[in-house]
């Protein structure tokens, strides 16, 4: 089993910039795929970024591409998303999840184990 925390969020004037942590639990952190996923007020939460388990392979959603950048450290159990040029719209409560699966995927369901969320606003 796995357990997630994220941390990093807050607010920042757009434009700006924030690197969010997640700090895993757990022997076996190398053994899963990575994801972060986000949810706005009153929207369904929505896939951002996903990296493989060596972090040799990542993904994005478009809506972040070339902002945002997704990477791991397997020595220390975390994966970061690091988010540039932040726009309103980025505003939500950003997800990190665990898939023991081998793929890059993007699908809610596949992930196994999630964690709590940080916020992240957005000032325009």
């Known amino acids: 089993q796995v357990q997630l925390v994220e941390s990093g969020g807050g607010l920042v004037q757009a434009g700006g910039s924030l690197r969010l942590s997640c700090a895993a639990s757990g022997r076996t952190f190398s053994s899963y795929a990575m994801g972060w996923f986000r949810q706005a007020p009153g929207k369904e939460r929505e896939f951002v970024a996903a990296?493989?388990?060596?972090?040799?392979?990542?993904r994005y959603a478009d809506s972040v591409r070339g902002r945002f950048a997704i990477s791991r450290d397997n020595t220390k159990k975390t994966v970061y998303l690091h988010m540039n040029s932040l726009k309103p719209e980025d505003t939500a409560v950003y997800y990190c999840?665990?898939?023991?699966?081998?793929?890059?995927?993007?699908?809610?369901?596949?992930?196994?184990?999630w964690g709590q969320g940080t916020q992240v606003t957005v000032s325009s």
């Open positions: 999840a665990a898939d023991s699966g081998r793929a890059v995927v993007a699908l809610e369901g596949d992930y196994d184990y």
């Open positions: 990296i493989n388990r060596s972090g040799s392979s990542t």
